[in-house]
Structure formats: structure tokens, C-alpha cells
């Protein structure tokens, strides 16, 4: 098996994990109706640095 092909198989088995472990979460966070307001980690991200206002 020639390196192109096994780091193209370990890419693409990566990606099929990625997706299979976050589509619960995709699912469960749009069962929540849509005004759930800021508590929602999703929408709302909290560990994100804050941006200063310069004006």
C-alpha cells in the first residue's frame, strides 16, 4: 500500500468518526426549541475570548 493511499483511508476513517460522534449532539441541540436562549453552549460559546469595543 503505497503512503498516499493509507494516509487518504486514515483521513477519510477519521472524518466518518468525526461524524459519527457529533451527530448526537447535532441532533439533541435542534431537538431544543430555537429561542433557548444564551445558556446554550452551542449558539453561545462562553470559552471564547471577548472582543474590546473601540469605539
Known amino acids: 500500500m503505497s503512503p498516499l493511499m493509507y494516509v487518504t483511508g486514515l483521513v477519510l476513517a477519521l472524518a466518518a468518526l468525526?461524524?459519527?460522534?457529533?451527530?448526537?449532539?447535532?441532533?439533541?441541540?435542534?431537538?431544543i426549541p430555537h429561542q433557548h436562549g444564551p445558556e446554550c453552549w452551542w449558539c453561545h460559546p462562553h470559552l471564547l475570548p471577548r472582543r474590546?469595543?473601540?469605539r
Open 52 to 54: 474590546r469595543d473601540t
Open 18 to 31: 468525526a461524524t459519527v460522534l457529533a451527530t448526537p449532539v447535532v441532533l439533541i441541540h435542534y431537538r
